[in-house]
């Protein structure tokens, strides 16, 4: 009965501020068959995608990690009503050194709750509220790329400490 309650749930599951499974139906399905089209040279990994209101208009958002050379890459897909968003695709290099890169794979995509304030200072164009989410990029070496959705760029957009 729980499995079956939280099925239920889950079109609630924004609104009562917990994070979803992602479907693993027709959206999920849809979201890789679009990026495997529009990227063709990149594999993306279903198993890494992670569902949760990430802008705070209580539809469910998508995020996948892809593989491409030497370079990680992040699809996120906001949620809609009706229709599809195109997918906003960030990358991110593999290998030491890099600011805008992780140390080494494996990584982690992992949900967290959007906090707009780093201790260092606000996030540009962050906005909290009850379920909104926010993403993590982790590998165990270097420090995690932290993502958010900024309203003032309408684009997931990341920073780390």
């Given at each position: 009965?729980?499995?079956?309650?939280?099925?239920?749930?889950?079109?609630?599951?924004?609104?009562?501020?917990?994070?979803?499974p992602c479907p693993d139906g027709a959206a999920a399905t849809q979201t890789l068959s679009d990026l495997a089209h529009s990227a063709k040279d990149v594999?993306?990994?279903?198993?890494?995608?992670?569902?949760?209101?990430?802008?705070?208009?209580?539809?469910?958002?998508?995020?996948?990690?892809?593989?491409?050379?030497?370079?990680?890459?992040?699809?996120?897909?906001?949620?809609?009503?009706?229709?599809?968003?195109?997918?906003?695709?960030?990358?991110?290099?593999?290998?030491?050194?890099?600011?805008?890169?992780?140390?080494?794979?494996?990584?982690?995509?992992?949900?967290?709750?959007?906090?707009?304030?780093?201790?260092?200072?606000?996030l540009p164009g962050c906005k909290a509220g009850k379920g909104v989410k926010a993403l993590s990029i982790q590998d165990g070496e270097c420090d995690p790329?932290?993502?958010?959705?900024?309203?003032?760029?309408?684009?997931?957009?990341?920073?780390?400490?």
């Amino acid at each position: 009965m729980v499995g079956g309650l939280f099925t239920l749930l889950c079109p609630l599951a924004p609104r009562l501020g917990m994070a979803a499974p992602c479907p693993d139906g027709a959206a999920a399905t849809q979201t890789l068959s679009d990026l495997a089209h529009s990227a063709k040279d990149v594999r993306w990994d279903s198993t890494s995608m992670v569902c949760a209101d990430f802008n705070g208009d209580g539809v469910l958002d998508q995020a996948v990690l892809g593989y491409r050379d030497h370079t990680l890459l992040l699809a996120v897909r906001r949620g809609r009503k009706q229709g599809r968003h195109v997918p906003q695709i960030l990358e991110f290099a593999i290998g030491g050194g890099v600011q805008e890169g992780v140390c080494t794979l494996p990584v982690t995509l992992t949900l967290r709750d959007l906090a707009c304030d780093t201790g260092d200072g606000l996030l540009p164009g962050c906005k909290a509220g009850k379920g909104v989410k926010a993403l993590s990029i982790q590998d165990g070496e270097c420090d995690p790329i932290n993502l958010y959705w900024s309203h003032e760029d309408r684009a997931m957009l990341w920073w780390r400490y």
